[in-house]
């Protein structure tokens, strides 16, 4: 890079009016770039997540409604988290295959409401297990790998089925991508998108989101057999190799802001769209800030997803979605 050289080069010229600063910014963050993670509940009415001030579990009746507010700020989809009631989860998660379950009717709500926004469905069994885990249990206590895809296979198809748009695996099992990918070839679902959750790591971040869909003091023991350690940068382009070669449309980070490295990596590496996920312990970290006077919501949140794009994300997942898209319309 060559620069002239003071004064004849005064760096300041380009920040002096908000104008000329818009005129040379390099990173835009619009709402095209948001996707905004909705809980559903079978209950009448919106159910408060204590860990998640803001954020409710919403009701099936609610979706619709949720789903134009989306169009109209310009967010493009939902992204939809099941909180599956306790009598319904089993060692094998089975309610996964229901295509009458919580998720599936979820999407028809938001159908039947618009077509002005796209649906991501969770393609994972923590929600319907008993035990919390992504996937099927041996009876040692160990993560199945190939008996799980199997099993995801089926849960892509019945969300496929339903009318998702975007099927997100975030299991973390190897080859589920691919075995996916083929099973919705052969059942005409060739316009399906999959999204991976390519570089998932075993993070405490996740703490808040396992309340908000009832699998807190559920798991047994941890998830770091399947997901990434955080130690870990370059496993994550090989995940993601893995991957894109067996028919991910584009891949994930997840978490967000700790790993921004690995979202750079990512981006620079593949020609592939990347998204991120600013997760629940992210989210909660903010709004304790701010209920203590220490940061502005309006402010930091924005400067933090300017930071996702500025890395190379080309959307991110955050539950701060709608609020952000409001100020970006403003």
Known sequence: MMLGQFPATRLRRNRRTPWLRAMVRETHLTPANLIWPVFVTEGAEPEPIATMPGVVRQPLAALGGLAREAASLGIPALALFPNTPADRRTEDGREALNPDNLVCRAIAEIKAATDAVGVMTDVALDPYTAHGHDGLLDPAGRVLNDETV???????LVQARAGADILAPSDMMDGRVGAIRRALEAEGFADTHLMAYAAKYASSF?????EAVGAAGRLQGDKATYQMDPANAREALAEVALDV????????????????????AVADRFD????????SGEYAMVEAAVAAGMLERTKVVPEMLLAFIRAGASGVLTYHAPMVARLLQK
């Open 150 to 156: 199997a099993r995801l296979v089926g849960q892509a």
């Open 206 to 210: 996740y703490g808040p989101f396992r």
């Open 245 to 264: 070669a067996e028919g991910a449309d584009s891949v994930m980070v997840k978490p967000g802001l700790p790993y921004l490295d690995v979202v750079k």
């Open 272 to 279: 592939v769209p990347v998204f991120a996920y600013c997760v």
